[in-house]
């Protein structure tokens, strides 16, 4: 299939395009959620200011009402006349229900939300003259379990319409009681009852200006069931969370209630909606005019690029001396143009020095199969196998014949020209125990390798020189002890060979001499290595020059030869 080639100006205008309006949807998405985060911190802030409000409101209705249970309760007159009831006569008794009454009334009228209050024990009871009372099942209850009550605090029940009226109430009330003991002699029995009706006018004087403004409040019990709310259906069922409405909630300062404000979040809806309308309608006329001036500066950009194309197209390649000519324009086109005519002179003369490193690249390489086994050492190890099987030395006669069997095998059936360094050290360990048995095991091979670096890619027979110079020359005059270590790291990217021997150490002269050798060009055979030479002129090739071998040595103190290449994993 054909590929489509599209010019310089289409892709352009595509990518700028692209880019600008990628850039202004991240925008806009940005400040959409601003946006958003802003209303609905607005909103919460606002229903925090509420429900604070209504809390405070709340807590202070409460705590008046509780307050007047307590001062009521704790009355000293009201005590005595509990406590001694049946141990005065009928005049006292009269006189005393006149006083509670008095002291009933003058609750009633300090508190317009109190609508009855009730005294009462076992054995009689008081209220206001004006109400007709008449005991029902829920009084009866009192009766019966305020002797038991431990805790005095005020006991508030569900909402409701009493019912011991004599007549029926037009509208619910809140019914609080609170036992009546004598504190001030340390009494743990209860001798009466004080039960109080609340009118709930307070509570919908504070609830309704709020749900004219879209909110509910709602106070929920300890059980988080609905003690009272602006919705009277709603009264004692268990109060449920509603994720699509906006609720904040507080505690209250008694009975472990809490107070909770909803409200509908379609308005903030609708508010969220028109601010993405209008910013999309913004970012959609942004991105229309934007794209107007990409086509603009594109094609007043590319066309001195398009006549230069023309130019190169009508170019005879065949003849490379002749030149583009300049034409008045952008500066960056005029430095493309004579960038272009240098390339043309620069092509002349690279191309003799591309053919040299050629030639080069392929002497390098026939010197290396050249150096793959040396005839004298093929001599040497026959002449070994010859001795060792002269002196019944078996096994040595094994490994020998193994080793160099192996070493012919990987020079000449694996054409590879990188293998894994792992098969490198097995060719060295090969050549190592021959020439531990030619030398009559004078030094011990030490291998200190990396994991990982055994999977690192080298150039063929990079290794085998470098240990043959050790053996060679490093240990030529040791009778024994001699010491070789061979170690392998990745650090940054770059596999570090180091080949390390205790022989006699080299000349600093001597290696100043080698190392000027190993690292100048060799364009001529009467210098030419086929050792360290051949190995750095190989390493460059390869991988540059910001790579190759280095060797440090001191006489007397043994040589250790560093090599240097990137780390390739197999």
Known sequence: MRKIKLSISTILILVLTTFNTLAFLWLGFIISQHMETSIEETSMSYS???????QYNLNTFFDGINNTLYNFATTDSLIDILKNHD??????????HKSINQLISSNIKAKEEISSIFVFNQDTFFTVPSIQFTPDEFIHQLLNNYPDFEHIKPQYYPIDYPNYYNQLSKSKEIMVALPIRDYKNHSKNNCGVLLMSIQTVK???LFTPLKKEGFEVYILDKS???YYSSDLSTLKEPF???????????????NDWQVVITSDMSDMQIRMENVHKTIYTIITSAVIITILIIMYLSAKITYPLKFMANQMENINYDNLTKKIHPADSYKEINQLYNGYNQM???IENLIDSVYFERLRQKEAHFEALQSKINPHFL???????????????????????IALSDMLEYITYDNSDQIPFSEELAYIHNYLEIQKRRYSNKFIIEYHIEKDAELCLINKLLIQPIVENAINHGFSQLTANGQLIISANILNGMLTIEITDNGKGIDSDILELLTKQMNAPQKDEKHKSIGLSNIQERIHLKYGPGYGVTVHSKKGFGTKVILKIPAHIF
Request: charged residues 20%; neutral net charge.
């Open 240 to 254: 449920k969370f509603n994720k699509t409405l906006l609720e904040v909630s507080l505690p209250l300062s008694f």
């Open 344 to 346: 043309l002179n620069r």
């Open 203 to 205: 509570l919908d004087q």
């Open 379 to 401: 001599y040497n190890t026959l002449q070994s196998i010859y001795s060792l099987a002269i002196l019944e030395r078996h096994s040595d006669v094994q490994i020998v014949t």
């Open 48 to 54: 925090h200011q509420i429900i604070n409000q209504v």
């Open 224 to 226: 988080n069931n609905i």
């Open 87 to 96: 141990k005065v006569d009928d005049y006292t008794r009269l006189l005393n």
